[in-house]
């Protein structure tokens, strides 16, 4: 029998997800006969929520919200001592309720909530990779989080930093676009040196590299479309240094899934990843920032079970 948490975001969606949640929580009550669902009250807390109840004994999470609570769901899989995962078998699903929900996207899972509940309900869990970085401490400390969907550095990290200053309430899906222009006034490609496999190593002024598990990202910019969620690989997408008209000149390409055709673009399959730079660069994951590099990504495959 499937014990089941909802984790409610209410500030999702602008604030809407708060007044949608009667309507929601109807529709789960038609395809579940027992749940339990909390709303978050804070940054973080959906990880903590997620890791006490998967550690008391559910089975199934269900996340109500965008790509943040998506992100926090996500590393409540993982014990917050050992990083392993706290139950092989638990699942987690999602009924999208975001500003952008990027993955959702990706994955393709509808945005009515009925269906979306359908879906949990009768889908099979597909077991997906998930993103593993790691951030060098003080000493031989280090940290670590995961990521679901796409993590970047430079250009997309400069702009979530820029982002995180307007209130959610007046974020839209062309937020994102809107702080790209923004951005891209001042801002100046990063000298960046690339380790990949423990093997090759790349060097060069970049604009913005994408380590990519899925393959949207920005609400809505496809960067990797041929990014897969369970082949055990990232898709690395690196941009070279371009001009500020030659940035907007090309983000049609973005949205059209074909920037990886761009002269100035290449692509990597990946499974580890270091990045150092003696610049400063931003780094963000799952829309959420990250600090700066020096860092270092780890594919972990088919780790976290997802109703899709």
Known sequence: MEKVQVIVNPYSARGK????WESIK?????????FKFIFTEK????????????SEGFNLIIGIGGDGTLNEIAN?????????????????????????????????????????????????????????????GPGSETSQKYFINVADF????????????????KRSPLSYYSGLLSTIKNYK???????????KTISGKYLIGAI???????????????????????????????KKFEIIRNTHHLYRGTIVNHPKV??????????????????????ELGGEIPVKFEIVEKVLNFRV
């Open 17 to 20: 997800t708060e007044y949608r």
């Open 26 to 34: 109807s529709v789960i009550k038609h395809y579940f006969d027992e």
């Open 43 to 54: 940054p973080n807390q959906a990880t903590e929520i997620a890791r006490e109840v998967l």
């Open 76 to 136: 409540g899989f993982f014990s917050g001592k050992s990083k392993e995962i706290i139950n092989e078998e638990a699942s987690l699903g999602m009924i999208p309720s975001g500003t952008g929900s990027d993955f959702i996207r990706f994955l393709r899972i509808p945005r009515d909530f009925r269906k979306s509940v359908e879906l949990i309900k009768n889908s099979k869990q597909k077991k997906i990779d998930v993103g593993k970085i790691t951030f060098p």
């Open 154 to 169: 430079g250009l997309g990290a400069d702009v979530i930093k820029k982002l995180s200053t307007v209130p959610e309430s």
């Open 189 to 199: 490609s990063k000298s960046v040196k690339l380790i990949i496999n423990d093997e």
């Open 212 to 242: 990519a598990n899925g393959g949207i990202f920005g609400g809505g910019m496809i960067i990797a479309p041929d990014a897969k969620i369970d082949d055990g690989y990232f898709d690395l997408v690196l941009v070279k240094e371009m």
């Open 266 to 287: 290449e692509v990597h399959r990946v499974k580890k990843l270091e990045v150092s730079s003696e610049d400063s660069v931003s780094l963000e994951y799952d829309g």
